[in-house]
């Protein structure tokens, strides 16, 4: 399976990359600049600045991790179990290799790397729920 890079801990998806989806196709454009919703967006933005040294800045930076095995701990709370290459092998490398996949989308950075790692990640989990 290998890495994409050697070295970066990013291991290869299960996508060839002329396969990975194109977010640009499937989500609306980002709000127009001076827009109501872009204006909107800017203010929830710039609200999240004043958070630092609180607990929910700190949450919010861990939870931006997205190298194992730190992502795989941010995601057991949604699991409601433990998630790691030891316990979960299987789920462990599915999440790993699904990250790639949905990181290096066609995207354009809309939606962002990170966004589209959680709604991947939220897909395979609900998944393996269902299959629990």
Known sequence: MGEVRKGSGLLN????RKQL????ALLPPPPAPGSAQASAEMDAFKRTRALPDT????????DAELKFPAAASTLECALQAPISE???PNL???LRR???DAGLAKDGSYP???????WAW???LVQAVALR
């Open 98 to 100: 699904t990250l790639t």
């Open 55 to 62: 607990p929910r800045w700190a949450l919010a930076t861990n």
């Open 86 to 88: 030891q316990g979960t």
């Open 13 to 16: 998806g299960y996508l060839d």
């Open 92 to 94: 462990y490398m599915l």
């Open 122 to 124: 939220a897909l395979v």
């Open 112 to 118: 962002s790397g990170h966004t589209s790692a959680g």
């Open 21 to 24: 989806p194109d977010s640009l």
